[in-house]
């Protein structure tokens, strides 16, 4: 079984750059058609799809964010990062690591999720 775990700091400042991390345990980041992605939810607001990672490298955007985001994985330490630059107060968020199985067509996995707010 699958299992994701974020980590990164629960604070960050505007302007600066969010970076998180998400470590797979119990798969890869290179499992085929799997596709690792970053998701986050506002206060009081649904779902955001940010961005992922495929099993082949390949990295894919929200057209919202794109110019902001960067996703990158480190397959030796079987983990991939999620980095948002220029930061604001709407970036606060919980964010979610998932893995997408696109032959169940399935996010397969989730981490538990991680707080960051964004405040001087």
């Known amino acids: 079984q699958v299992q994701l775990q974020e980590s990164g700091p629960g604070l960050v400042k505007p302007s600066q750059t969010l970076s998180l991390s998400c470590t797979v345990s119990g798969g890869s980041v290179t499992t085929d058609y799997y596709y690792w992605s970053w998701i986050r939810q506002p206060p009081g607001k649904g779902l955001e799809w940010m961005g992922a990672?495929?099993?082949?490298?390949?990295?894919y955007y929200s057209p919202s964010l794109k110019s902001r985001t960067s996703i990158s994985r480190d397959t030796a330490k079987n983990q991939f990062t999620l980095q948002l630059n220029s930061v604001t107060p709407e970036d606060t968020a919980a964010y979610y690591c998932?893995?997408?199985?696109?032959?169940?067509?399935?996010?397969?996995?989730w981490g538990q999720g991680t707080q960051v707010t964004v405040s001087s």
């Open positions: 990672i495929a099993y082949g490298g390949s990295t």
């Open positions: 998932a893995g997408w199985d696109a032959g169940s067509s399935t996010f397969g996995s």
